[in-house]
Structures are given as structure tokens and as C-alpha cells.
């Protein structure tokens, strides 16, 4: 057999092992772990490292392997069974490496492999932390994103969050506590909400699962050192809106509904509040609204300008039963929702005064041509480009325009954004990525642009 057992042991102690692993622990003539790992066999009458630092773990692993094992050709192959017969002698120590839960799963077992050849080493995993999480809960784990914030940033579960992942498990340390997870949920103001769970010393006699439904206190959350935080997000109906304490301009983005399984899609905040300064709005006007997805910016101008019609154009099943829940939700009646392609579906709408393309399915070349022949005169065209290509499509556009055989003048002006989040109990800027706003107004002899390049989305 290997000369190195890695075993992964739970709260629980010796009693969850089984007796085939229990045996191999009892047979160790020497036995590596924390003192919490070594306490839970104490009268082993082995040799007994105290795992500390791995560098010297791993020294003491060599010596005591030294004098019996040959040194692995450097090119020989990893075995597929744990048998080890070749190498093994008499003397040859039995060493068993104490761990928690799966080696292999966030633990130890990486460590070691970069330190010991793979055919010295035998593992024995046991239920994860992650594992009795999600069984405990009663939620089926297997499209979970499984994130380690111990001892490393909260980046890739901001990341999670941001892209509406429907399940996450953190394992958390002393500085990213669960309170310091509920202080980034809440200051990234997501378009969803989480269901939220702390579970503490999972398979010990002192288990607690609980879930925090009250984040009003961050100082008097609290959990034991050995947790792991379960998010999942919600699929209940947001809470009827209170109208009357929503801003006049620049609705929060969570306030709207959106889709399931891209909850980020929709044009940001920050990004409505441009696009609805960039299209001078007026009184009882005709707004087209292309690409109009969960209907934001529609709703937007529908509250600002209650007597203009809004006709929100969107080619998705889905985004069209979002705008008209959208459109109930906040009480807007001047929302036309219309269900088809840009441009073919445009022919049927009266003449815009002012237009926003948010989305063109692949058609950005056909839809500027239609609009420049159905825009009212003085009348002004709104683009949130995010991509180079399609900012290089609008450009030739513009310059086909052109009557005296000059380049139609533009301007671009790039501003670099970023928002705060919390990290731990510091606070960092987080820059948010570019697109262009392209602003075009249609005069008697044709068009003139400029351009804005704004860091959203």
C-alpha cells in the first residue's frame, strides 16, 4: 500500500470513519494534523506531528520516507491502484495525514501533491462541508458554483452574484465572515435577491443551519469559525413596489423584474439616466424604444413624460411578458409593447421623434437606415453600443450620410467609472466596463452625430 494515507475526517471525529479507514488511523505509526484533528484520537500511541507549517510537515514526511522508499523516476507512471508492493519494505512507516472533509476539495490534498509524488499518497474523503450544506437545506447541489473565499478576495463571488448565479456556496475565514458577504450583497444592489444561510460545525454535536432573513444589523451577525454560507437565488415575485418613494429619475435597477436566468440584463441605471438626458425628451412625443429587453428605459420615459406613447419593441417571448409585468408594476399605461424584429416590425408604428436602440439582433445597419427615413425632422436617435464592431457599423453609417463629401462631425470622450464595493471591512473601487452612447439628430439636410463612450455594462 501507499506509505501516505490522507484521511478527511468530520466533526464528528473517529466515529464517522469507517472501519476499513479507522483501521488504517489505529495501524499509523505516525499521525499528522491540527490539534483539533489529533484530539480526536488521543490514545494513539503513534509518533504525532502537530500540522502546522507544511513546509515542516512535509520535511518530517521525507525523513521519516527517506531511509525506506527510493526516490520515484521522475518519468514513471502514476499507478491506478493504491498499491504501493514495489516500494514497500518491513519498515517502511505507515504515516496518515489527518484532514477535514475531501482532501481533494479545497483542502489539503492539493497542497500535498505539489510536495510528494501522486503514488505515495492515498486518499480517504469524507463528506464535504459543502456537502452536509446543501443536505441540510434540502436543495439539490449539482449546478451550484462552489466559490473559496478562505483566505483569498470575494472577487469571483462578486462575479457570481453579478451574473445571477442560482446557486453558491462560500467557504468563508475570520476575514470574509458571512457579515462581510451580506455587506457585499447588499451594496452591489443586484437585480434579485438571495435566500441566505450560515451553517456552523457541520456533523458536530453544537450544528446550527440557519437562515438570516434580517440583515438590518450587520454588527450582531455572527457565526462559529467553522461555517460555510449557502446563497440561493430567489424566485419569488418581488414585493409590491411604494410608487410614490421611487426616484423621478434613475430607477433603481432592482426595483424592476428580469429575466430568470440573466438577471444583469438589462441597461443599468447609471446608463438609463444618460441615454434619457441624450435624448432631450418633450412633452407628448413618439419614442421608439429598439431592443427594449425588460423594458427599463421604456418605463423610464413613460413616468417622466406620461404624455408621450412609448412603443417598446422586443423579438423575445420572454421580454415581451417582462415589459407588460414591468409596465403593471410601476403603473405606466403610455408603454406599447410591440412583439417583433427590427427593422421589419417598425413599419406599422407612427413616426418617432425620438428613438433609443439598446439591441438590433444583427440588423444595426438596416435599423439605422429605417429610422434616419422615420425620424421626425429635429428629431434625435440614441445608440448604446458595447461592442467595436458595432460601434464601427453605426460610424460608416454616419459617414454615408455625408452630402458635401466631408466626414459628419463627431466626438468621443471616454469616461472612466467605477463603483465602490466592500471588501472585509475595507472598501475598494470596482471599474465597471465601457460601451459608447452614439447621439445623432436629424436636421432638414440630413444628419449630424458625435459620440460618447461611457464605462457600463
Known amino acids: 500500500m501507499s506509505p501516505i494515507h490522507v484521511v478527511g475526517i468530520g466533526l464528528e471525529g473517529s466515529k464517522g470513519l469507517s ?26 500511541q503513534a509518533e504525532r506531528i502537530v500540522l502546522g507549517d507544511l513546509a515542516i510537515a512535509i520535511a518530517r514526511i521525507r525523513h521519516h520516507l527517506d531511509s525506506c522508499l527510493p526516490s520515484p523516476s521522475p518519468h514513471s507512471p502514476i499507478p491506478l491502484s493504491p498499491s504501493y508492493s514495489s516500494h514497500s519494505t518491513p519498515h517502511t512507516p505507515s504515516i496518515v495525514i489527518l484532514t477535514s472533509g475531501d482532501p481533494l476539495f479545497f483542502g489539503l490534498g492539493r497542497l500535498l501533491l505539489t510536495e ?54 462560500v467557504l468563508t475565514d475570520n476575514t470574509n465572515t458571512p457579515a462581510a458577504i451580506v455587506h457585499l450583497l447588499q451594496a452591489l444592489n443586484l437585480p434579485s435577491s438571495y435566500h441566505f444561510w450560515i451553517c456552523e460545525n457541520l456533523g458536530g454535536t453544537d450544528e446550527q443551519v440557519r437562515q438570516i432573513t434580517d440583515f438590518s444589523s450587520l454588527e450582531t451577525l455572527t457565526a462559529a469559525p467553522l461555517n460555510v454560507v449557502i446563497l440561493h437565488r430567489s424566485s419569488d415575485i418581488p414585493a409590491s413596489l411604494h410608487l410614490e418613494t421611487l426616484p423621478l429619475l434613475g430607477i433603481p435597477d432592482q426595483a424592476f423584474l428580469a429575466f430568470s436566468d440573466r438577471p444583469g440584463l438589462m441597461t443599468k441605471r447609471e446608463v438609463r439616466i444618460l441615454i434619457l438626458g441624450e435624448l432631450a425628451l418633450q412633452p407628448n412625443q413618439i419614442v421608439w424604444d429598439i431592443g427594449a429587453g425588460t423594458g427599463s428605459v421604456s418605463i423610464e420615459v413613460a413616468r417622466l413624460c406620461p404624455g408621450s406613447q412609448v412603443y417598446a419593441i ?80 453605426t460610424l460608416t453609417w454616419l459617414n454615408a450620410q455625408q452630402e458635401d463629401g466631408a466626414s459628419q462631425p463627431h466626438h468621443l470622450l471616454q469616461i472612466h467609472l467605477a463603483r465602490s464595493v466592500p471588501i472585509a471591512a475595507l472598501t475598494r473601487f470596482s471599474p465597471l466596463n465601457p460601451i459608447t452612447l452614439v447621439m445623432i439628430e436629424k436636421h432638414p439636410h440630413g444628419f449630424r452625430g458625435f459620440v460618447k463612450t461611457d464605462p457600463f455594462i
Open 19 to 44: 472501519p476499513g479507514v479507522l483501521q488504517i488511523v489505529e495501524q499509523a505509526s505516525v499521525l499528522i494534523g491540527s490539534s483539533r484533528h489529533l484530539s480526536y484520537f488521543p490514545d494513539h
Open 116 to 169: 510528494l509524488p501522486a503514488e505515495w499518497l492515498t486518499f480517504h474523503p469524507h463528506l464535504s462541508s459543502v456537502q452536509l450544506a446543501f443536505s441540510r437545506i434540502k436543495l439539490p447541489w449539482q449546478d451550484a458554483r462552489i466559490i473559496s473565499a478562505h483566505g483569498r478576495s470575494l472577487d469571483e463571488l462578486m462575479q457570481a452574484l453579478q451574473q445571477g448565479a442560482d446557486k453558491i456556496a
Open 314 to 393: 422586443e423579438k423575445t417571448a420572454t421580454g415581451m411578458a417582462l415589459i407588460q409585468k414591468n409596465c403593471d408594476r410601476f403603473q405606466v399605461n403610455n408603454v406599447v409593447p410591440v412583439h417583433g424584429s427590427a427593422p421589419q416590425v417598425l413599419s406599422g408604428l407612427p413616426d418617432p421623434d425620438r428613438i433609443f436602440i439598446g439591441g438590433s439582433g444583427g440588423q444595426l445597419g438596416q435599423i439605422l437606415e429605417t429610422c434616419s427615413q422615420r425620424l421626425k425632422p429635429a428629431g434625435h436617435i440614441v445608440l448604446a453600443l458595447a461592442t467595436l464592431e458595432h460601434l464601427t457599423t
